[in-house]
């Protein structure tokens, strides 16, 4: 079984995947031109399909609805959350270096560790999060930044230890790097 997607609708401010781009897009095109940094967090919910397995997509949806409140709370106040689909959000920060995004992806992912705690299941829930942040020059794209802070939660899910739990913002091997085309050395990374 696969993991359903949720209906956010209801927690008020929560961009869905297309209004994220829009909204990246935009920011990102404000951020080349002021010469400001623009950092992305990627969370993605650890064991979230053995919990839907278990407890069903009902309270599966409810538990990401409670995730989505919860991070709306903890949120800078010019950042946006963004529910992609399935286990996955998104936040943009505006103005926002890669160690100040990687700082808050920590305290998030020990906030909502201590939070979801008590859902107990199979293993507990907790997120993974990749962190990105623009390079100092005005030649990139929101699209890849976002691909980068998503392949940085991807590397910390598959090649880590303990494989969830974990906040990477750092380099990722040269092959990872090719694919995403960009060139290592043009980003930011701790």
Request: aromatic share 6%.
């Amino acid at each position: 079984m696969t993991i359903a997607n949720a209906d956010l609708r209801a927690v008020q401010g929560v961009l869905n995947r297309q209004a994220m781009q829009q909204a990246l897009e935009a920011v990102a095109q404000a951020t080349r031109s002021s010469g400001h940094s623009l950092a992305l967090l990627t969370l993605d919910v650890d064991h979230f399909k053995d919990y839907q397995d278990e407890h069903g997509p009902t309270q599966a949806e409810q538990v990401l609805t409670q995730l989505a409140m919860l991070l709306q709370q903890l949120l800078p106040p010019r950042a946006s959350l963004a529910y992609m689909g399935a286990d996955e959000f998104v936040v943009i920060l505006p103005d926002a270096t890669l160690a100040t995004a990687a700082e808050l992806g920590e305290r998030l992912r020990d906030r909502i560790a201590s939070a979801l705690a008590q859902l107990g299941g199979l293993r507990p829930l907790t997120v993974t999060v990749g962190a990105a942040a623009s390079p100092p020059n005005q030649g990139w794209q929101a699209s890849t930044l976002l691909a980068l802070a998503d392949a940085r939660m991807t590397f910390a899910k598959r090649r880590l230890p303990p494989h969830h739990n974990l906040v990477w913002a750092g380099t990722l091997p040269s092959d990872w790097y090719l694919r995403l085309e960009v060139q290592a050395s043009a980003w930011p990374s701790q």
